[in-house]
Each structure stands twice: as structure tokens, then as C-alpha cells.
């Protein structure tokens, strides 16, 4: 398990960059090191269900000093460098050189989580403009979540991260832990980058729009007789922007001072170590423990979901460097079984494990396993063992339940009125927003959600309105029966064209879509809508 980065070990793996290159997961040779330099080996274990759990081993004494600038340190090892006179990365590098504001929040955002990542890309001997790509995916903001149910730093998608051992549970979320997604975001653009002949812009191609597409765009590419490197391809909007923005983005860090913009240094060392927990623990005994916040406890553990971390693991902590030792010595000064409140709980009439889960913010597994219940049935006077947070919901303001509760109160400040709805069987977010008349991005943004999300029946919506719409009233609401429809775009059809004839609006079928309403359809190409079809009688 990788529980403590040391400052000398920090330092001595910076070393790797002079290492000669021995596998084939790089795309140039490097400078050949001497026989006095440190070769770094790892515990991890390909297929590792749990990743970030690694440990560097075998590091020899420091021989030279490391850059004491982080942000130097990163741009001396940048390899993708023959593009800087790509107008496609020219575009994006005065985009960006016009927004400094924002490479400062990067710069801040990023620090906590950097020289982690730049450890990690060091070890694979990776190109190390890579460390700035959770800057594309998520502006390093760990608790991001985008289209496609993407998450965290590096925005794995639930199939790329169950390909990757990415766990998923009530407690936790490896998709939002940095150090498990940083593994596995690494070791999946080296599988990417064999199985794309050691070309690194397919590789980042693909970890953006998925192998299949691109190798789909290979294969028309040399079916015209036309060239398939990734320049040439013919790749989703999103996906052609993605590559052209990173390098962009590193050659103006590395060009920072010459172009007049100031980037906060970082310094060139460990920001965290990690700490084994041996067991659940509840992160505001945690914070107390370490004398941090509970907020910056979740900020360096951001995979951790609920009040606590998961009672199944992965049971360790990431503490910032000068609270470590305090937090060390003070755990070790409370047994496993004393990290959790506990309170012993009466069943009453009408109970159920999953209401008694709710109510004390617990979930099932978790009460059955302190209980050693085999099976869901419980009866009235039971008595059940539970574990309960030792402080108020509040105090836990970056759980996910907490994050929601967040974004469901953002409408408040507008003036408007909240209505809440239960999610019934076969609803969407599309058909509740049509049901509600509220634009459906809104209506996922007050929820913490993205518009293509599935819903969970007996979840509970916030919709905020100016004038509540009474949706049992004899209005188009109360009759409209929602239906989806999948319509191919034939010869001379338009956006304005379709909208009438379906009786829907333009901007809700680029929304639904994901299209620009000042570009022409193409014949033959899908679209998605959702009907009303109440409103078709006639038509």
C-alpha cells in the first residue's frame, strides 16, 4: 500500500526523468542515466481492484537536487512539444493567455494534488504534459461530475471505471479518490497508448471519446486513402478540441514569464501522506484527530461519499504533511472499535432495513454486517446496532448528501419558489422538465445532476419555479404523456422544421442533443426528442 511519501523520497523520484526508457509506453528515448541514479520499483499489482494503494520501494540516495519549483520541474519533462505551431493550438493558446484568472485558480486548485500526480507520471516515465490534463477534464476540482456520468479529477465514466478496478459503493466513490484515479487514469492511457502503436494524441483521442470511435476514424481515414494520424481524423467536436487545448495549455505554463503571466509557484515536495486507518472511521474524528477541518479532510480524501470512510476500505487517509504525525500518533491511541459512534436502536412497527438506513444515514450492508443478520428481515423490538456520525449532517458540508442539499438551495437566491417531486416509475429528467415547464439543464443543476442521468424511483427533486405550477390541475401539464422519439434528419429537414412538427422548441432539441443550432443537419443523422404526444392529435 502507498502510505507515506517521504521528502526524500519525494525528491529522489524525480530522478526517474533521466532514467533510460526500457518498455515501450513512451514515445521518445531519454537521456541515459548513470549507474549512481535511483531506479523506482512499486507493490501496485496489475488489476488491483483497489489502486492508489502503492508503495515506492528500492529508491537509492538523492544525487542531484530537484527543481524547487514544482511548475519547473513539469515543463522540463514535457515531450508532446512539435505542435506549438498547430493554428488548433495556437487558437487555444491565446484563448487561455487571454484568461489568466484562470490558470491562477489551476495553479491553486492543483496544488494539493500535483506532485502526487507528477510522482505517479515519473514512475511510468509518461510525457508530462499529463499533469495538466485533469485541467481539461475537471479544472481540478475532484468533486466535478459532467455529462455522461463523469467524475473527479480525471472524469472516468462508470465503464471505464469498473474496466480500470475503480470501485464504486455507498461509501466511496475511486472514481473521486485522487490517488486510486490517478493510478488508474495513468496505467488506462498506457493501455491506450499500446494499443494505439505508441501514438500518444490517439491515445488521449481515445481517452476522451472511447477506442471504438477513434479506431472508427481510423478506419474510414485509410478506407479514403487519406492519413490517420489524429490531426487528420475526423473525431467528435469535444474530442478534436481536447488535445489541441492541453497543449496549448502546457506551452503557455511553460511560456508563462515570457508571455507576462504570474503562476503561483508550488513547492517541489509531498503535500500529504497516507496514512493506514485500519478500519472505518468517522472523518470528523479524523479532522479533530489531525487538527484540520472536516471540509480539508475531504478535500485530500474526496472518494469518500458519506460521514465516514468505507467500512470495506480502501482503509487509509490522506493527511497534509505538517498534521500527519499528530494525526498518526493520535490514532494510535484509539482502538478500531472506538472510531465510530455507535447507538443501539429499537425496530418499530412498520420498519425496514432500508428505512432504518436512511433515517441514520447508514446503508443496509453495513447494518446487517454489525448485526450479523443474514438476511433483510427484521422485526418489531429488535434491537440493532448501529454506527452513527458523530456531529450533525451540517458539519459535513462536503459529503455527497451534503453537496446536494448545496445545489438544491441555489435556486433559493433567485427569488424563486421550490417544488419538490418523487421520481415515478418511468420518468426522466427530460419528462419531469417538460411536466414542470423548467429548462432540463437547470432542473439537473439544482439536483447535482446532467441532463442524460437515470433516475432512481422514490428520489426526491427540487424544481425551482417563480409561480408554482399546479401539475394536478386541468393544464397541459396534468395531460401531457411524455414519450421518447427517434427521429433520422431526412433531405431538407431543419431544426425549426422538426420542432414544429413535434411540437417542441429549438433550443430543447440541441440541448437534448448536444448540437449547435447555427449548424446545418445532416441527412441520415439521429436525433433525440422528447414528445408530447397529446400535442401530435391531428398532426
Keep these: 500500500m502507498r502510505m507515506s511519501i517521504s521528502k526524500n523520497k519525494s525528491k529522489a523520484i524525480f530522478l526517474v526523468l533521466s532514467l533510460v526508457i526500457l518498455g515501450a509506453c513512451a514515445p521518445q528515448p531519454r537521456q541515459e542515466s548513470s549507474a549512481t541514479e535511483p531506479k523506482l520499483k512499486t507493490s501496485c499489482k496489475k488489476g488491483?481492484?483497489?489502486r492508489g494503494d502503492c508503495k515506492l520501494q528500492g529508491l537509492a540516495e538523492q544525487t542531484q537536487e530537484a527543481d524547487s519549483d514544482l511548475w519547473e520541474h513539469i515543463t522540463s519533462g514535457f515531450q508532446l512539444t512539435d505542435y506549438t505551431d498547430n493554428p488548433r493550438v495556437q487558437e487555444y493558446f491565446e484563448f487561455y493567455r487571454d484568461r489568466p484568472v484562470y490558470l491562477q485558480t489551476i495553479s491553486e486548485r492543483s496544488s494539493r494534488y500535483m506532485h502526487y500526480i507528477v510522482e505517479a507520471i515519473n514512475e511510468r516515465n509518461m510525457p508530462l504534459e499529463f499533469a495538466l490534463l485533469p485541467a481539461i477534464e475537471?479544472?481540478?476540482?475532484?468533486?466535478?461530475y459532467s455529462h455522461g456520468r463523469a467524475a473527479g479529477l480525471w472524469q472516468f465514466v462508470p465503464v471505464t471505471a469498473r474496466h480500470m478496478g475503480l470501485p464504486r459503493t455507498w461509501w466511496y466513490d475511486g472514481r473521486r479518490d485522487v490517488l486510486a484515479s490517478t493510478e488508474a487514469a495513468l496505467d488506462y492511457l498506457l493501455e491506450l497508448h499500446s494499443r494505439f502503436d505508441g501514438d500518444w494524441l490517439l491515445a488521449m483521442a481515445a481517452y476522451n471519446s472511447g477506442?471504438?470511435?477513434?479506431?472508427?476514424?481510423?478506419?474510414?481515414?485509410?478506407?479514403?486513402?487519406r492519413d490517420t494520424d489524429f490531426w487528420s481524423l475526423s473525431l467528435p467536436e469535444e474530442t478534436e478540441a481536447y488535445i489541441p487545448k492541453l497543449l496549448a495549455l502546457t506551452q503557455l505554463i511553460k511560456r508563462s514569464e515570457e508571455e507576462g503571466i504570474a503562476i503561483a509557484p508550488i513547492p517541489n515536495e509531498a503535500t500529504f501522506e497516507v496514512i493506514d486507518t485500519d478500519g472505518q472511521i468517522d472523518l470528523a474524528q479524523a479532522a479533530e484527530l489531525a487538527g484540520i477541518s472536516i471540509d480539508e479532510i475531504y478535500h485530500y480524501n474526496p472518494g469518500y461519499n458519506r460521514w465516514a470512510t468505507d467500512p470495506n476500505g480502501p482503509h487509509r487517509l490522506a493527511i497534509p504533511v505538517q498534521s500527519a504525525e499528530q494525526f498518526r500518533q493520535a490514532l494510535a491511541g484509539i482502538p478500531p472499535s472506538q472510531r465510530l459512534n455507535w447507538r443501539r436502536y429499537q425496530v418499530a412497527p412498520g420498519d425496514s432495513l432500508i428505512k432504518i438506513a436512511r433515517r441514520f444515514n447508514t446503508d443496509i450492508a453495513t447494518i446487517k454486517a454489525a448485526n450479523e443478520l443474514k438476511s433483510n428481515a427484521i422485526r418489531a423490538g429488535q434491537t440493532l446496532l448501529l454506527p452513527s456520525a458523530s456531529m450533525d449532517d451540517s458539519h459535513y458540508s462536503l459529503s455527497e448528501g451534503q453537496r446536494l442539499a448545496a445545489a438544491q438551495q441555489k435556486g433559493q437566491s433567485t427569488g424563486k419558489q421550490a417544488v419538490y417531486?418523487?421520481?415515478?416509475?418511468?420518468?426522466?429528467?427530460?419528462?419531469?422538465?417538460?411536466?414542470?415547464?423548467?429548462?432540463?439543464?437547470?432542473l439537473a443543476r439544482w439536483n447535482n445532476m446532467v441532463p442524460?442521468?437515470?433516475?432512481?424511483i422514490g428520489r426526491k427533486l427540487v424544481i425551482w419555479q417563480s409561480e408554482p405550477i399546479s401539475v394536478a390541475s386541468g393544464d397541459r401539464g396534468s395531460r401531457s404523456v411524455i414519450r421518447w422519439v427517434s427521429y433520422t434528419v431526412r433531405r431538407g429537414d431543419s431544426l425549426a422544421r422538426i420542432a414544429d412538427r413535434f411540437s417542441v422548441n429549438v433550443n430543447e432539441i440541441a440541448q437534448w442533443n448536444n448540437i449547435d443550432t447555427s449548424k446545418y443537419l445532416k441527412p441520415g443523422?439521429?436525433?433525440s426528442l422528447y414528445v408530447d404526444v397529446t400535442q401530435l392529435s391531428g398532426r
Design 48 to 50: 488491483s481492484i483497489r
Design 138 to 144: 475537471s479544472s481540478f476540482d475532484p468533486f466535478a
Design 211 to 225: 477506442a471504438t470511435t477513434v479506431n472508427r476514424a481510423i478506419r474510414r481515414n485509410r478506407k479514403a486513402g
Design 421 to 442: 417531486h418523487q421520481v415515478k416509475s418511468g420518468e426522466s429528467l427530460w419528462t419531469i422538465s417538460r411536466r414542470y415547464r423548467v429548462n432540463v439543464n437547470e
Design 452 to 456: 442524460k442521468d437515470p433516475l432512481k
Design 525 to 527: 443523422q439521429v436525433l
